[in-house]
């Protein structure tokens, strides 16, 4: 059984920067993990990936260059840094597992983080 947790979630204005954690506990070090988003009346999207090894990342094109994930196994810990951050990326963020092991971008989630907010206001 996998437990993640959010936090680092907040209000700031446009060009602030946040960062999040996600602690996980149970086995996430084979796994790829992941951070996606979710802004009122719109679906959930992939934000970010980090293969198990932290080796690989993925970025969608609206944070490519602005957004860092990474990883550090030995604390059972990924993170996501953003930096310019805009008002679009108002939305509620969670941390995923993937839930098939040594992958190089999460696929399938088999476990969310109960999400934490964020709100970039103009």
């Known amino acids: 059984q996998v437990q993640l947790v959010e936090a680092g979630g907040g209000l700031v204005q446009a060009g602030d920067s946040l960062r999040l954690s996600c602690a996980a506990s149970?086995?996430?070090?084979?796994?790829?993990l992941g951070w996606f988003r979710q802004a009122p009346g719109k679906e959930r999207e992939l934000v970010a990936s980090i293969n198990w090894t932290g080796s690989r990342t993925y970025y969608a094109e609206s944070v490519k260059g602005r957004f860092t994930i990474s990883r550090d196994n030995a604390k059972s810990t990924v993170y996501l840094q953003m930096n310019s951050l805009k008002p679009e990326d108002t939305a509620i963020y969670y941390c995923?597992?993937?839930?098939?092991?040594?992958?190089?971008?999460?696929?399938?989630?088999?476990?969310w983080g109960q999400g934490t907010q964020v709100t970039v206001s103009s």
């Open positions: 149970g086995r996430t070090s084979i796994y790829a």
């Open positions: 995923a597992s993937d839930s098939t092991p040594f992958q190089q971008r999460i696929g399938s989630p088999g476990y």
